[in-house]
């Protein structure tokens, strides 16, 4: 594997390009957004005209889209030029849809991988991410290559559609743990107690989560340049909320998240940083 392929070049993409680029590698990649192209060019990489240019330069391909329409619209796109080709899809999507995509790839000489990512675009610069991955075992294997360049820990959980179903309930979680961190430092505020000395105790309690060292700090400063935007956790909890009323799950806290949320983005933290959320709990806040 000397060139991998790229398409989606925002936060996450443009961060796994880094880190390919990074190991020596030839990477192609494709963006809607001039930005994006400009920026993997200014970097090393190498810009596609089209999706289709990825998938003929490269064996390996690694999509990082915004939801599971964007990345049929990709696989259309690509054609014939799948055949032969192992995709990485690391989008948060419809875990049905996934399965579903994984199928026809497969039926069409395609390897699938829907491999779902744990961690910011900050964590995938570092090598920090842990990749929950559906697919054929044997797919799985052959990838891990790849995973190694930025990921501390890859698994594989079962079928096509299993990464995202794993990165969904993954997501429930850690979303409401930026929730909760979020109420309690907008409580601490309200009892007139330091934020910032309540977050030093609660990271040497029992309460203790990563969240407090990742997003604590830019809750306290109010610093919401974008890891991972607020309005794509706001897709994935919709997901899950989706694949709840599908299963029988009972998601009380999801339902109240997602409204939280919803209100988020009408008030313009769309774009920001989901450590926003804490601004649902400001004197006079959303909620």
């Not at 696989?75 to 995509?101: F, H, K, M, R, S």
């Amino acid at each position: 594997m000397d060139t991998v392929g790229v398409v989606g070049l925002g936060l996450m993409g443009g961060a796994l390009a880094g880190r390919f680029l990074g190991a020596g590698l030839r990477v192609v990649g494709f963006d809607l957004r001039d930005e994006c192209r400009r920026r993997l060019a200014a970097a090393g990489g190498s810009v596609a005209p089209s999706v289709w240019g990825v998938f003929e330069a490269a064996r390996t391909v690694v999509l990082s889209l915004p939801d599971s329409a964007a990345v049929a619209a990709v696989l259309a796109e690509a054609g014939d030029a799948l055949a032969g080709v192992t995709v990485i899809d690391t989008t948060t999507g419809d875990p049905d849809a996934t399965a579903a995509a994984g199928a026809r790839l497969h039926a069409a000489g395609a390897e699938y991988l829907d491999a779902t990512l744990t961690g910011s675009s900050r964590e995938a610069a570092l090598g920090e991410l842990v990749v929950t991955v559906g697919g054929r075992a044997e797919a799985f294997a052959a990838a891990e290559a790849v995973f190694r360049l930025f990921a501390r820990r890859w698994v594989h959980v079962g079928p096509w559609g299993s990464g995202a179903r794993a990165k969904l309930a993954v997501n429930l979680v850690l979303g409401l743990n930026r929730a909760v961190l979020a109420e309690g430092l907008g409580f601490a505020r309200a009892c007139g107690l330091d934020p910032a000395a309540l977050l030093d105790v609660l990271r040497a309690s029992a309460a203790y989560s990563r969240v407090m060292d990742t997003k604590g700090p830019k809750m306290l400063a109010g610093d919401f340049a974008p890891e991972a935007r607020l309005a794509q956790h706001l897709k994935d909890v919709r997901l899950i909320l989706a694949q709840g009323a599908a299963t029988g799950a009972t998601l009380p806290l999801s339902d109240l998240h997602e409204r939280l949320l919803t209100q988020l983005v009408r008030d313009g933290f769309g774009e920001c940083d989901n450590s926003s959320v804490v601004r649902a709990f400001d004197a006079g806040g959303t909620v």
